[in-house]
């Protein structure tokens, strides 16, 4: 008889270390495997297309656009992630499954909404941006293309985000291995033989999108365990969307409001390309984008540790194991601390020839996309600290409350800085320095709330740090 793999991971009992970072390894693998999704975009056309800088800026420029409107549905994740995860906490079978559904159908339905507002609103939106003109209609174009593939994207984030409220990170890193293949190849077959450029590498992302969507969703039809997923039984129970609209909604808010402060940033960013917008050439643009992409692995792989703070947190704590929730935030931010520190380092020695990968033909791309690198890298285990308590926080139920300071902390401090010391001092570095200082500010308030709430927590029954009546995984 075959034997059957358990995915899943045992959250409420046993050592936690090892379990975080088996949790985490696996999803920080997945997370810079859906990176490498823009990443190709950026090196392909970087390397193979005949106006590689200008390409590049045009795909950079789209950035916090596409976040904007895909991270405000992905936001509502969240409360799928965490309803899941108290149904395995408790073991309720009921809740669970319907929690499920209603969240497959949530995505579904927030696709088709991501889809439509970004066919009709691209151009608008960029215009909105002081987008250059030499990058403009490349930019709309690859938007457009771009979120045809919402639909498959919101599928796939959801159905992704119920798999690690059970603990299983491998089978969505397996999706993502087959489907970023994928997107690779067709990269290069669409712009190097097909000479399509941006439109290729947009073409080759939607259907990577497709593929990776398709694999969770058969995944989570084919469970033996309470997340099964049965298609006819799809539709939103008023319960179970209220629960995750509730600790969803202020992540969705919150990714929104993020989203617009780093357009306003972009749009600064933007108008240093004035002077060269004669030339067709973006170098800040260009550079930022580049630089902005290698940041983000050193992001993806910190993320990992914010869903493990967040699925511990949210297991442990609907088992009434408060004690054991501390802990989780101790191993977390240690973690996050190596993490963030060794891959900034990484980053810091070999900045220029990573850049170089992407911007293979404009030293002054690269020389502002470095600056940029230095500053941001050196700092960044401070972003990390900050999501580690933000996950803990949501796991614990309170989402409202990191939403109100991460909005005040980070989108407030960064508006009001461009606005008044960026004003006066219109430099390139000048305006990145709101990053780390927002990062230790709100990574600071976060703090003071958590220790706030967990001086509140409950009494435990005695036994209940280190066993549990309750068994909060399923064999799968």
Partial sequence: ???????????????LLGKIIRFSISLMITNMLQLLYNAADLIVVGQFSESSSAAVGAIGATGSLTNLIVNAFIGLSVGASVLVARG????????????????????????????????????????????SDAIIDQSALYMKIYFIGAPANMLYNFGSSILRATGDTKRPLYFLTVSGVVNIILNIVFVLFFHLDVEGVAIATVISQVISAVLVILCLMRQDTMCKLELKKLCIHADMLRQIFRIGLPACIQNSVFSLSNMLIQSSVNSF??????????????????????????????????HASLNFTGQNYAAGKYKRTKRILGQCVACVLVVGISLGAVCLIFGEPLLKIYIPRDEEAVAFGYERLVLICSTYFLCGVMDVLVGQLRGLGRSTVPMIVSIIGICGFRIGWIYTYFAVHREWLVLFWSYPISWLLTAA???ICYLVIAHKFPKEKDGTEDSSPVQSTVSG
């Fill in 1 to 15: 008889m075959r034997r059957k793999v358990n995915y899943e991971i045992d959250m409420t009992n046993g050592p």
């Fill in 88 to 131: 395995y906490g408790t073991g309720d079978k009921e809740a669970t499954h319907r929690a499920v559904h209603t969240s497959i159908s949530i995505a579904f339905i927030s696709g088709i909404l991501v889809a439509i507002i970004g066919l009709i609103f691209s151009r608008t939106f960029l215009e909105w941006m002081d987008t």
């Fill in 273 to 306: 390309d004035a002077p060269y917008v004669e030339a067709g050439r973006t170098p800040y643009t260009s550079g930022n984008a580049a630089s902005s992409n290698i940041e983000n692995f050193i992001y993806t792989a910190m993320n990992a540790f914010y």
């Fill in 445 to 447: 308030v976060h703090l």
